[in-house]
């Protein structure tokens, strides 16, 4: 008896050929930070709100030099009143960032190109910290031409009173507020509540905070270690003593850490229509 040997049957191929097939590579990191960095500012939700941040620089460093004495015409009060409109605003492009997926349905795409949703929420994360460090760069760069145009119509020597340590702690303040609305996105994951919660979380309890340690001295004693706006107020005082630097490590953890590390975990089991 001899033996036979079988052909694959039409349209099959045998594991040898299978095994050569090339398997598509995935999609790179660059390529989505790129992704994430467009479409932060390719909405029109995005595109208005960086406009509003360069007009409203403009006008801040317009009313300082109209407004302000010659005393007052120093490079803390140009990057002050220019810092203020990002320090509202970008937070609000940090979290639509997120938001956006399940706003505008976009993460059906997103997540079927790229299965693993830990890679893009990171990406998403790496370039909110990178804008808003950019931001701040441009925030006191522009501080810096105002400082120099008043003085020079004021007819002043210009006035250099912040130091580079200050500019690095006040850079981290304004990345720890993005990284606040960037939390808010993954934790709601719904623009217009996330939104409503950062104006609440940045507007509406710092104000009560305050009330609430100047009639009661058991919050008065709690609140640096309890209350994240106050602690990032240090930040934007100058050098931060060891014990300043524990208070805002614990008030950190707190609000941001923990309520971003549970966004992260319903992020990756949510259901995504």
């Not at 040898?16 to 598509?24: D, E, M, N």
């Not at 939390?183 to 719904?190: H, P």
């Amino acid at each position: 008896m001899t033996a036979t040997t079988l052909a694959p049957a039409e349209g099959t191929t045998t594991p040898a050929i299978a095994r050569r097939r090339s398997v598509s590579a995935g999609i790179p990191t660059r390529r989505l930070l790129k992704v994430e960095l467009r479409k932060m500012f390719n909405t029109r939700s995005g595109m208005w709100l960086m406009c509003s941040i360069a007009a409203l620089a403009v006008l801040a460093t317009t009313a300082v030099m109209v407004f302000a004495s010659d005393a007052d015409l120093t490079y803390d009060n140009f990057a002050s009143a220019i810092g203020f409109p990002m320090v509202v605003i970008l937070p609000i492009i940090a979290t639509l960032s997120v938001t956006s997926e399940w706003s505008q349905r976009s993460g059906l795409t997103t997540f079927t190109l790229v299965p693993h949703r830990g890679r893009v929420i990171t990406a998403k994360l790496i370039v909110t910290v990178a804008v808003g460090v950019a931001a701040m760069v441009v925030s006191l760069g522009i501080g810096a031409l105002g400082n120099l145009l008043g003085a020079s119509i004021a007819g002043i020597d210009p006035v250099w009173d912040i130091s580079a340590s200050q500019m690095l702690t006040i850079t981290l303040a304004t990345v720890l507020n993005m990284l606040i609305g960037f939390m808010l996105g993954v934790l709601i994951r719904n623009s217009a509540g996330a939104i409503v919660a950062y104006f609440v979380y940045n507007f509406v309890l710092p104000p009560l905070s305050m009330l609430l340690a100047t009639s009661q001295s058991w919050w008065r004693d709690l609140q640096p270690w309890m209350d994240f706006n106050f602690t990032q107020g240090f930040l934007f005082q100058g050098e931060l003593t060891a014990r300043q630097w524990s208070q805002l490590g614990v008030t950190g953890l707190v609000w941001l850490v923990v309520p971003l590390a549970i966004g992260l975990f319903l992020v990756r089991r949510s259901e995504v229509k």
